[in-house]
């Protein structure tokens, strides 16, 4: 089982920046499609951007791309730098870890299914 553990999250105003930090609590070395996703207010939960933690694979939304990063360290805590935030990002980000899985398998849509979750770190963007 791998447990995850967010933080970063905060209040900025448009235009700012954050970086999450997604730490794995219990550190395997299976390799792991890990990734953020997002739920704002009224909103389903919406796939932000994955990435493959035995290779270079990664994933965004159509909504961050180019604004958002996402990458890894060698402990498989994952990052999210977002740049340029809109209050349209604001929600509360989940990380999710999926073990089991091949890197061609690694995508938004893979993350919906047979995920640990975070707890989840809150992101507010004002105009």
């Known amino acids: 089982q791998v447990e995850l553990v967010e933080s970063g999250g905060g209040s900025v105003q448009a235009g700012g920046s954050l970086n999450l930090s997604c730490a794995t609590s219990r550190y395997t070395t299976s390799s792991k499609c890990m990734g953020w996703f997002r739920q704002g207010p009224g909103k389903e939960r919406e796939g932000v951007a994955v990435?493959?933690?035995?290779?270079?694979?990664v994933s965004y939304a159509d909504s961050v791309e180019g604004r958002f990063t996402i990458s890894r360290d060698n402990k498989d805590t994952v990052y999210l730098q977002m740049n340029d935030l809109k209050p349209e990002d604001t929600a509360m980000y989940y990380c999710g870890g999926r073990v089991g899985i091949m890197g061609y398998e690694c995508s938004l849509a893979a993350m919906r299914e047979k995920t640990y979750w975070g707890q989840g770190t809150q992101v507010t963007v004002s105009s």
């Open positions: 990435i493959y933690t035995g290779g270079t694979i």
